[in-house]
């Protein structure tokens, strides 16, 4: 079949100045263009390939699944292939019994994780409790409500627009909490109880944050034991905790979940969008604590969220499975190892002028930058056959860099590739240092 090649002005799509690879194959973390380059995708797409392009696994799943039977929502067909991704999935992170919402996307997670987390505060503790607080460095999806509550001031609508929302606390990282006396710590959790004690906790439902920051700050990490302590304030008032783990979930930071990497860090309430269709296909999941999920069927509870006609799709549920094989496949201290490699090659490039700081865990880090240096070294990487997702990000002056997160399942040669690719550019740009 002759390549199609159409007209890009009536695509309302990305007003980015990102590059627009003509891919013709994918393999890995490969993209081969039709000029013949290949370039290496360490964004994972949107931070979202995380198995690689061209998995025979997930094929395979897809495949097995379309001879069945290709669409059965729930009340069409019994939903096995969703049994069985929920039993898999929550296996997978640790939380094996766990309810679960499937919908088609991480912004609809995060608005069903609204809806539940509300119909179980309010069968818990009163009818009274709607709010949802966030941070002022958060980013929980594009819909109207979710651009409303979050942080992300690049993407905060209008405030005649806003629905009277917005995020209630600073998050603990230094553009939203700069200190100059002292770094950002456990007690900067102190804020999200001034945030729920001004609202009063009787008005909240729940504190929803990203447990590592993802693309609107740049991989920022809290400090150690901020997420067990805002588990005890949210706890202490009866507030929900919901982890939006869209980006973060299934080992993109190393573990099963960021929260992981922390003890008594455990949400009532999880997100997971990203790493689990791995660019296959589209869906969220919400999972609920086994404490909790019991209150969504009480007398008294309102009725479940919507969850859309395509929630779920059983091609949706195959690949997912899929992409489950493919992490389960894992050898897991290589790929510890890996990250830790990846985490110590960046690290070394803070020693040059134009780098700022290097932060992140596992597969996914920020570098920040000098201002005015993003879009140039974006263009040096490119040249050395390396793409990068950019954060363009927050305070004043804002803080901007590269996002790095390649594939779970790139090879040491690969990973070796990407930071001597982007260090090239680094010293490109600044020759001396
Ligand atoms: C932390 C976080 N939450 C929610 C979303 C929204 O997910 P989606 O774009 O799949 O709707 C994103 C997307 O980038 C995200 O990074």
């Not at 890995?28 to 979202?48: E, Q, T």
């Not at 939903?79 to 996307?105: K, N």
Request: aromatic fraction near 6%; hydrophobic fraction near 40%.
């Amino acid at each position: 079949m002759d390549r199609y090649v159409p007209s890009r002005s009536r695509l309302l799509t990305s007003s980015r100045p990102l590059p627009d690879f003509d891919v013709v194959a994918a393999r890995g973390p490969w993209l081969h263009l039709a000029d013949g380059r290949k370039m290496f995708d360490g964004s994972s797409g949107l931070l979202c390939v995380n198995v690689g392009q061209s998995s025979p696994k997930v094929f395979a799943r897809i495949e097995q699944q379309f001879t069945r039977y290709s669409f059965g929502g729930a009340a069409v067909v019994q939903p096995h292939i969703q049994m069985e991704l929920r039993d898999r999935l929550c296996h997978a992170v640790g939380r094996p019994e766990d309810s679960v919402a499937l919908v088609t996307c991480g912004t609809l997670g995060v608005e069903v994780a609204v809806g539940l987390a509300r119909n179980i505060t309010r069968v818990r503790n009163g009818k009274r409790r709607g709010d949802i607080l966030t941070s002022h460095l958060s980013y929980h999806g594009m819909s109207v409500l979710t651009l409303a509550l979050a942080g992300n001031h690049a993407r905060r609508p209008r405030p005649e627009d806003a629905l009277g929302l917005g995020p209630a606390f600073p998050a603990p990282y230094p553009p939203t909490h700069g200190q100059a006396e002292r770094a950002c710590d456990a007690s900067c959790a102190d804020e999200v109880a001034k945030a729920i004690d001004s609202r009063g906790a009787a008005n909240v439902a729940a504190v929803l944050l990203e447990p590592v920051n993802g693309t609107t700050g740049g991989a920022y990490v809290p400090p150690d034991g901020y997420l067990r302590r805002v588990s005890e304030i949210c706890r202490e008032r009866d507030v929900l905790v919901i982890h939006d783990e869209v980006l973060t979930g299934l080992w993109r930071t190393g573990t099963p979940l960021a929260s992981t990497h922390w003890d008594g860090a455990e949400p009532d309430l999880c997100i997971l969008s990203k790493g689990l269709g791995a660019g296959y296909t589209s869906v969220g999941a919400v999972l609920v604590s086994p404490e909790l999920a019991p209150l969504l069927s009480h007398d008294d509870a309102d009725p479940l969220p919507a969850m859309g006609t395509m929630a779920t799709h059983p091609l949706q549920a195959a690949a997912c499975l899929g992409v489950l094989d493919e992490l389960e496949s894992m050898d897991l201290d290589t790929f510890t190892a890996r990250g830790e490699r990846l985490g110590e090659s960046l690290r070394a490039l803070a020693d040059q002028a134009p780098v700022r700081d290097v932060r992140g865990l596992g597969h996914l880090y920020g570098v920040e930058l000098a201002p005015d240096l993003l879009w140039p070294l974006m263009a040096e990487a490119e040249k050395r056959g390396v793409f990068f997702y950019p954060f363009t990000g927050a305070g004043h002056p804002r803080s901007e860099g590269l996002v790095v997160a390649p594939p779970l399942t790139s090879t040491d040669e690969d990973i070796d590739f990407l930071t001597a690719a982007l260090s090239d550019a680094v010293t490109a740009l600044h020759p001396n240092g």
